[in-house]
């Protein structure tokens, strides 16, 4: 698209007057929606703070008139990919997309209501549970890595509703299935006659693993049936 057919999009410009660029000292700076607006001596410029798009230059009388249409949008950019979404979660990686450099670690986020934690919410879904599943993507989508096997993504601030990912960390889940060698270490220490609450400490202290004395007697009782069975 050329610069011109963007400008009439973005602030309604028909008759776009090509400003002499750099346009002289600074006078003032502002935001307005999600631009960083700039004021200079002779004319000025409208940035959009997802920092990946080019400023809009204006002459002097271009800049007193013109106004982004919808100034929370953003830049071109910005409004293709909220446009291009199709599901919950794809407008939530757009809306996380053009806010990255701005996410900053000292204040939290909250997404906005119409980006709710709710937004990738299935049917049937519970809101505690949508709440889980919304910090887990937005985890995975910021860092660009998943969330591995075995760990789930908790808070590190006390606002229950921020899902700012630099407030957001990696937590064994305790919920995790015993896996194949857990099983097997608890039956091996188990016949070798080390008690529940025995176990639970050194499972605890050398792998950094919970398990309930319910969960450990469950495996060994489970394992010792296996082994007993003639077929
Ligand atoms: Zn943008
Ligand atoms: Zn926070």
């Not at 969960?215 to 069975?229: F, G, H, L």
């Amino acid at each position: 698209m050329k610069i011109t057919d963007q400008l009439t999009r973005l602030f309604g410009i028909l008759d776009y007057e090509v400003p002499d660029t750099p346009v002289g000292s600074v006078v003032r700076t502002d935001t307005e929606g999600f631009w960083d607006v700039t004021e200079y001596q002779h004319g000025g410029s409208y940035q959009c703070r997802c920092g990946r798009s080019e400023p809009a230059f204006f002459s002097s009388s271009q800049f007193r008139r013109c106004r982004p249409l919808n100034p929370e949008l953003g830049c071109h950019i910005c409004q293709d990919a909220l446009k291009g979404a199709t599901t919950k979660a794809e407008r939530l990686a757009a809306w996380l997309d053009s806010r990255r450099a701005t996410i900053s670690p000292d204040r939290h986020l909250v997404l906005p209501e119409s980006c709710s934690h709710l937004y990738i919410k299935e049917s049937q879904e519970s809101n505690q549970r949508a709440t889980v599943r919304t910090r887990h993507f937005v985890y995975q989508h910021f860092y660009r890595k998943p969330v591995p096997a075995g760990f789930c993504v908790t808070r590190t601030c006390r606002n229950e509703l921020c899902l700012n990912p630099h407030h957001l960390c990696l937590t064994k889940n305790h919920h995790a299935k015993i896996t194949p060698y857990y099983r097997a270490l608890i039956v091996t220490l188990s016949l070798k006659g080390m008690s529940t609450s025995g176990i639970q400490s050194f499972l605890h202290e050398a792998h950094s693993l919970e398990l309930s004395q319910r969960s450990i007697q469950r495996t060994a009782r489970e394992a010792r049936r296996s082994k007993n069975c003639v077929i």
